[in-house]
């Protein structure tokens, strides 16, 4: 059995996006870029939703061949189009970049995923994690709080029909103040 991970970026009031999708506040130190590519070259399958998708394909395929990009940022590039990724979509008709697009229903793929595979896999985009939590499909949760309130946007969280009991299992600083909390929930 996979373990499903939702890890991203969170505001301190709860926001993975401000108003507008706005992610200006979220900019990582050095230390925390590290961490988010390790993450990403020992990730074994990412599932994103769809504008999680739009924005990383938007950048990380070409990233490593931007003028002054860092040496950092060509590890990260290389690292993200090697990593297997599944993107749920019901609008897109084609991704790229070692993706497949699955436009039917996505709690089933991700369980049978989970069944299958046995990979660790991380999921990403508020919207697709929040189906997964809804399912009880999540079976960690990774949050990197940032220490800014953006009063409102897109939350981390979602609402649930029932309580999901945790325990952490990892806290972790990084500079300026930003706080890594890793919890697992328990069944």
Do not use: C
Request: negative net charge; hydrophobic residues 45%.
């Amino acid at each position: 059995m996979g373990k499903l991970t939702f890890a991203m970026n969170v505001s301190l009031d709860g926001y993975v996006a401000a108003p507008g999708g706005d992610l200006g506040w979220s900019v990582p130190s050095d230390e925390l870029f590290q961490f988010w590519s390790d993450r990403v070259g020992a990730t074994g399958l990412a599932l994103y939703g769809r504008k999680l998708w739009e924005g990383m394909s938007s950048h990380w395929p070409t990233a490593d061949q931007q003028p002054g990009a860092t040496a950092a940022h060509i590890e990260y590039a290389l690292r993200w189009r090697n990593m297997p990724k599944v993107v749920f979509s019901s609008t897109l008709s084609a991704v790229d970049w070692n993706a497949r697009l699955v436009t039917g229903d996505a709690v089933a793929e991700i369980a049978r995923l989970k069944a299958d595979d046995g990979a660790s896999m991380d999921i990403g985009g508020a919207t697709l994690a929040a189906a997964a939590m809804r399912a009880g499909l999540v079976d960690e949760y990774l949050m990197v709080t940032i220490p800014v309130l953006v009063g409102g946007g897109t939350p981390f969280f979602t609402a649930l029909d029932n309580w999901v009991n945790l325990s952490l299992v990892e806290t972790r600083t990084f500079p300026d103040g930003v706080l890594l909390t890793r919890y697992q929930t328990r069944h």
